[in-house]
């Protein structure tokens, strides 16, 4: 008579591979040197950590109308509360900053409508790339409809900070592709042109253009014509990206296969039906990571207005932490601002990772 | 990407070769015009103005204080001499950054690699937190919240031979005293000697297999010779140390506040980007590499030394080029804390005194394209010795 194998069950696993214990034993305890990192952290942490959350939140004063109701002493955030206008939208009159929230709401609805799935998106994204500018730029100057005209000089804080890298950006990139073509191109000329640009302008800093379209455009101008300084300052932070963002668009015309470029000459595509048909639209999808980091590298440097004289978010906080009334706010100051910067330019990299993931066809080796 | 086709039935304009042709005349044509038409405004703009061009106001007396200087400079002396200075000073910054920044961004991506959670999970914060915050608002932090709220000198914070406050970091100064020449001597001919050294053990490695810890040595005998021609000649420095007076601090070596805060924004700033190539560069290299040479009985030093970082080095460089020129180039944010260098001494004091944009902003420009070129020129060679060598 065969007796029937039965398995006995088997084992739980040891008791020290799994668990809590077993996790700090592995994570932070695994060899003498560990140990002692593990008990360096925690020192780092206990210095730094306690005495924030005691200044900024424990001890913190959160609501006032004046540097006297900041009796705690830690942190005085009745400053920002006070100020919130001010490091918004600078110094627009506050009876017309809805102007401001109206633009924004529009925008947010525009793009929330890309979601839904019987609208032509063609259409759509030439909605949002040229009459929806023009609208908001209606919006925010003012001088149509009896809307009150507001000087450019007005707009500041974190309205004018976006402003500068929104339009730095849309403005930038159909120039970064005319660039990065022409650089790919082998028409001689051309291609010197567009290496020169981009060179020149990649080599020096940001503040260098911004002081070039402060103080040197007027020189060059014909007598009698000058323009805003707002429109300069733009003019010189799209040239800068655009430079940048040729290189970008650059390598991802690069990673296309020889083939698709022989593809779309063998089907009788023109050089503009190819490229726009065929090789843009690959070699764009590859770049969009690099295309959002060009986006929060420009956004953060809007903040160098400040040197040519334009008070955007920074620039805003800046000057209310040197008001006298509120002396010894320039921690809350600069916490906030690096909350604002930081939520953003972290929000932006998160979400270009997420599109990365999305748009992966599998052709990554590995 | 257009080849020429020549086709007998094709008109002239369908030609793709005739085409391109055709587009750079008048690309060429347009720039030229351009060109032609803004250097006119120009030229018509400075006459209006008075302005006269050319760099004679390098000669003229500045009249202005420059705070940071590393060469001598008074008020009395030329624009030449104060756009030296700040040269000097650009440059100083510049490098000292990027040293710090390698430093700080290869300890933290190695942080963020370490197998211990804590650790690693700190790396990750400080890279996620400085490379998310706008390096302005960062210099701005550093100077104006924390060095400006340091005690007066009166109050000063001692370290040993250090004194910190408001007005900057106090530290010894060495003098070299008489007799310093042969200290000197003592330590470049052990130099000479550790290279012969290094070179003898590395030929006699390639001949023998016998391996001579050569790089240990050589440190040794350079710390000998050296101390030993400090004591010979009788310890020929003195340390001018910082001396607390009543209301101030006198003596020693200063590092001002403004030099302080642009440092220390830059490196950290520059390091956290630096932080996360090192990480990319190592993950890159394939964990079979680590493993084969485990397997042939590498120490895990050498592993590192020998396997991993020679081969990820190669995808560190190019993206460690770009940084280091970025970091060159922020340096120009020292001229919103009042740091003296080229952007604040040029195009700023010089600019607004004499009037002559086009000089002043040129000069810069120019400056920083042979400071990028410089630093390029000389990471491409480093990347080209430490590239594959195939055969």
Redesign the interface.
Known sequence: MAIEFKPSPSLPPPVNSVGAVAWVRQ??L?SPL?IL??L???Y??YLLLPPVIEWGFINATFSGASKADCTGTGACWAFIGVYFDQFMYGLYPSEETWRINLALILLVMLIGTFAVKTVNKLYLSIGIIVVYPVIAYFLFAGGVFGLEVVETSLWGGLFLTTLLGVVGIVASFPLGVLLALGRQ??????KS?CIVFIE?V???????IL??AS??I??????GMNFNKLLRVLIGITLFSAAYMAEVIRGGLQAIPKGQ?EAA?ASGLT?WQ?MILVILPQALKLVIPGIVNTF?GLF??T??V??VGMFDL?GRI?AA?HDSSWLGT??EG?AF??FV??AA??GM?RYSMRIERKLETGHKRN | ???KTTSSNKSFLND?GNR?LI??II??AV?VFVGYY?FS??Q???A?QGISTGFAFLNQPAGFPVLIHLIDYTEADTYGRAFVVALINTIVISLMGIVLATIIGVVMGLARL??????AR?ATVYV??L???????QM??WY??VL??LPIPKNSFIFGGFFLNKRGIYSPNPIVQDGFGMVIAGFVLSIVASIALIVWAKKRQTRTGVWFPAYWTSLGVIFVITFLALVVSGFPIEFDLPQKSRFNVTGGMVLPPEFVAVLVALSTYTGAFIAEIVRAGILSVNWGQTEAARSLGLKDSLTQRLIVLPQALRVIIPPLTSQFLNLA??S??G??IAYPEL?AVV?GTT?NQTGQ??EN?GL??LV??TL??TISVFMNWYNKKMSLTER
């Open positions: 994570n932070l695994s560990n990192l593990t360096f952290s925690f780092v942490l191109s082998s028409m001689p000329i051309a042109v020149t990649r080599a020096v800093p940001l503040i260098t002081f070039m103080v040197m007027p020189l060059f101008l014909p007598e470029y000459d050089y190819s929060i953060k440097d903040t160098l400040y040197i920074l800046q932490t320039t921690i600069y601002a690096g910067f930081w330019c972290f990299s | 990407m257009s080849d793709a391109a587009f750079q690309l060429l720039v803004l405004n120009l018509a703009n400075l209006n370490s197998n211990n959670w804590l650790v700190l996620e937190t490379r998310n915050i706008p390096l302005l608002l701005f932090f104006f919240a400006a709220t180039k922020n120009s944010l001229a919103a952007v195009m600019l944009a086009i902003i810069c420009m920083y394209g990028s070129l």
